[in-house]
C-alpha cells in the first residue's frame, strides 16, 4: 500500500463547475499537508498548505483536512480554464523529513 | 528572476553514456532536493541535502551521484544510464524553519530520454 493514495484521473469538468479532488494516507505522523499545482511541462508550484486538521480558504480554492480518517481535500469553485492542470497532494511529518507526493489528478475545465 | 534552475532542460542520450544535470538556487535556502517524475506523474524524492550535507538518501541505484559544491547548488550525475532512467527529473529547494521543512520551491525540470 501506497503511503499516499491519490485518483490521478483525468477529471474533466464545464467551466464553473466545483471540482472535489482527494486524497487519502497511512502515515498517522503526518502533520503538514499541500496541494501543489503543476501545469503541463513546468515543475509543480505549491498552491495551499495546512497545518493538521480544518480547513483553509484562499480566493476560490479550499483545503480540508481530516487527520481521524486520514482524509484530504481540495475544492475549487467556479473552476476555469486556466485551473487545467495536475494537482498534487504532498504531505509530511514536518523538520527533515521528506515530503510524499500522490499520484496527481489531472484536471481539465473545458469551457 | 528564476528561482531554482536547471540545465539542461532537455536532454536525450544512448544507452550507456553518463550525463549530468545542474542545479542552482537563488532563495538562499539550506535545503535542496532532487526528485524523480516518472511518466505516470508519480513524483518521487531521490536525494536531499542540508547545507552541503545529505540528509535524504532513497532506494537510488548508486549509479545516481548526487553533489552539492555550496548550498545553493546540487547536481545529479548519473552513470551508465539506463532506458528505465527516462524521466523528468526535479530539482527543488526549501528553507528549515522552526516547525517545518516542507514548501519545497520547484525548478522547470530536465526531460531525460535514453535510447
Known amino acids: 500500500q501506497k503511503e499516499v493514495e491519490q485518483d490521478p484521473g483525468p477529471l474533466s469538468v464545464p467551466e464553473g463547475a466545483i471540482v472535489s479532488l482527494n486524497c487519502t494516507y497511512s502515515?498517522?505522523?503526518?502533520?503538514?499537508f499541500m496541494w501543489y499545482r503543476q501545469y503541463s511541462r513546468k515543475g509543480p508550484e505549491l498552491l495551499m498548505y495546512t497545518y493538521s486538521s480544518g480547513n483553509k480558504e484562499d480566493g476560490r480554492f479550499t483545503a480540508q483536512v481530516d487527520k481521524s480518517s486520514k482524509y484530504i481535500s481540495l475544492f475549487i469553485r467556479d473552476s476555469q480554464p486556466s485551473d487545467s492542470a495536475t494537482y498534487l497532494c504532498a504531505m509530511s511529518a514536518g523538520g527533515y523529513n521528506k515530503l510524499i507526493f500522490g499520484a496527481g489528478t489531472r484536471l481539465a475545465v473545458h469551457p | 528572476d528564476t528561482a531554482v534552475s536547471q540545465t539542461p532542460k532537455y536532454l536525450v542520450t544512448q544507452m550507456g553514456n553518463d550525463k549530468s544535470i545542474k542545479c542552482e538556487q537563488n532563495l538562499g535556502h539550506d535545503t535542496m532536493y532532487w526528485y524523480k517524475q516518472d511518466s505516470k506523474k508519480f513524483l518521487k524524492i531521490m536525494f536531499s541535502?542540508?547545507?552541503?550535507?545529505?540528509?535524504i538518501n532513497e532506494t537510488v541505484p548508486n549509479r545516481f551521484s548526487p553533489k552539492s559544491p555550496d548550498k545553493a547548488h546540487l547536481n545529479l550525475h548519473i552513470n551508465s544510464l539506463e532506458l528505465g532512467d527516462s524521466a523528468v527529473y526535479f530539482c527543488?529547494?526549501?528553507?528549515?524553519?522552526?516547525?517545518?521543512?516542507?514548501?519545497?520551491?520547484f525548478g522547470q525540470g530536465t526531460r531525460l530520454t535514453v535510447v
Open positions: 502515515n498517522s505522523a503526518f502533520q503538514y
Open positions: 527543488a529547494s526549501s528553507q528549515p524553519g522552526q516547525v517545518m521543512n516542507t514548501e519545497a520551491f
Open positions: 541535502y542540508n547545507n552541503k550535507e545529505l540528509i
